[in-house]
């Protein structure tokens, strides 16, 4: 067992979350359990059940970025890389039911800024691990893609009953073939000299949109 009342408040509200979701009740019985001190628990997690339902998705996030660095895809297409990185990120989930206890949590309006930022992360944490160098708009459009496949497979993966979940994997791969054929209409748009000059002056100003240089959370960048 870990002595770190983190890991120990963690794996402690795990039992819990099943039955009585992301909350007081379940921070609770998880700080009696662990026999963390209560107040060391709320220091470390001010909003109780929030605050480790945070730090959950987060472990799931550390547990993908493991699983791609084990993975060679030696012979992967991009697309087959970025598929695999999303279906290491749901494999990582012990319980789809924790999951599932999530997911309604950050639907709340209160946590919904929470909830989008986690999934933002982890479509940040799959490209960077991937390699993506970008450093204009297309930092922000390639992980707000990736966070619609990702929460759209999550959701559907969690009412899949087929075996070893292969329909969430052929939807997976439906959704990201979606996202080819939208870029390969972005290219075609730009390529055409009936749209290109149409868009000469969107393109102009979206070429001054840079990167974060620093936190990645940093989401509306700078213009250079």
């Given at each position: 067992?870990?002595?770190d ?22 921070f ?17 997690f ?12 987060k ?47 950050f ?55 087929s ?62």
């Open positions: 067992m870990s002595d009342p983190q890991t120990q408040l963690l794996d402690a509200i795990l039992m819990h979350v099943p039955f009585d979701g992301w909350s007081q009740a379940s609770d019985a998880a700080v009696q359990d662990s026999d963390v001190d209560p107040i060391v628990a709320r220091g470390l001010p909003r109780g059940a929030v605050d480790l339902a945070v730090a959950y998705h472990a799931g996030d550390a547990e993908m970025l493991r699983r791609i660095d084990a993975d060679p895809m030696e012979g992967y297409r991009f697309r087959d890389k970025v598929a695999a990185a999303v279906r290491h990120r749901i494999e990582a989930v012990d319980d789809r039911e924790v999951v599932r206890r999530g997911t309604t949590l639907a709340l309006p209160t946590h919904a800024a929470d909830g989008a930022k986690l999934i933002w992360g982890t479509a940040d944490a799959i490209w960077t691990a991937l390699g993506d160098t970008s450093d204009d708009v297309n930092w922000y459009t390639k992980r707000a893609t990736l966070s619609g496949v990702y929460s759209s497979t999550v959701l559907f993966w969690l009412g899949d009953d075996p070893d979940h292969s329909a969430t994997w052929e939807f997976l791969d439906r959704r990201i073939e979606d996202v080819m054929r939208f870029e390969k209409f972005k290219a075609a748009v730009n390529s055409n000299p009936l749209t290109k000059g149409l868009m000469a002056f969107p393109n102009a100003f979206l070429s001054r949109v840079k990167a974060p240089k620093t936190d990645p959370s940093d989401l509306p960048g700078h213009l250079g």
